[in-house]
């Protein structure tokens, strides 16, 4: 554990590839740390996908019947947000770098100057509109936010509105806004994953 501290804190990079082996070069970073002894080093791994409705050359979001209901239901598909990067949670030392840099298919550490120099990492406001996407929600995250903060909510009904965080529900991800709606002072509730700091 002291070791840890020595070395850096846990942080958010950025590994870079080829587009369309992103999915691929997160299960090679999976097994390596595990081979590797890195597991205390290597975190999360994560490739940025959405999943959004697949549209078909009509405009209309394309169906598909369900086997067990016989009903159509509208149909989606997985899309990559970021093609070419996969994100890497990691404490950076020799040798989690050292294991990174030589995994198949990576081309890079994007913050990286060269010359034997250790990359940056990605800083917390940008790594969190990566996650919210996903709708994946870090506890840390939390605690960039407090009652009276001004957001934008980002998704939604009320997406593009700006207003003032009046509470914040941990246990339900649930964050009440004072807004403005058609002219009058509104209480809305809002997803976690679907706000932002201005």
């Known amino acids: 554990m002291e070791e840890k501290n020595?070395?850096?804190?846990?942080?958010?990079?950025?590994?870079?590839?080829?587009?369309?082996?992103?999915?691929?070069?997160?299960?090679?970073?999976e097994l390596r740390k595990v081979s590797m002894g890195l597991t205390d080093y290597v975190f999360r791994v994560l490739v940025a996908e959405e999943e959004v409705p697949d549209i078909g050359k009509d405009g209309k979001q394309k169906q598909i019947k369900n086997k067990?209901?016989?009903?159509?239901?509208?149909?989606?598909?997985?899309?990559?947000?970021?093609?070419?990067?996969?994100?890497?949670?990691?404490?950076?030392?020799?040798?989690?770098?050292?294991?990174?840099?030589?995994?198949?298919?990576?081309?890079?550490i994007a913050g990286s100057s060269g010359g034997g120099q250790k990359p940056t990492p990605v800083t917390g406001k940008e790594i969190e509109t990566v996650l919210k996407r996903m709708g994946v929600v870090d506890s840390s995250m939390y605690d960039r936010y407090h009652i009276g903060d001004r957001i934008k909510i980002m998704s939604g009904t009320f997406k593009d509105f700006e207003g003032t965080i009046s509470r914040i529900d941990k246990e339900s991800g649930l964050v009440s806004i004072d807004t403005v709606f058609f002219g009058r002072k509104t209480m809305v509730e809002v997803g976690f994953t679907d706000i932002m700091r201005i």
């Open 6 to 29: 020595k070395l850096g804190e846990k942080a958010w990079y950025i590994v870079t590839t080829y587009a369309g082996n992103e999915k691929k070069v997160a299960e090679n970073i």
């Open 68 to 108: 067990e209901t016989g009903l159509y239901e509208p149909k989606t598909k997985i899309l990559n947000l970021y093609p070419g990067y996969v994100f890497v949670e990691m404490i950076m030392t020799d040798d989690s770098w050292f294991m990174i840099r030589n995994t198949p298919r990576v081309t890079g």
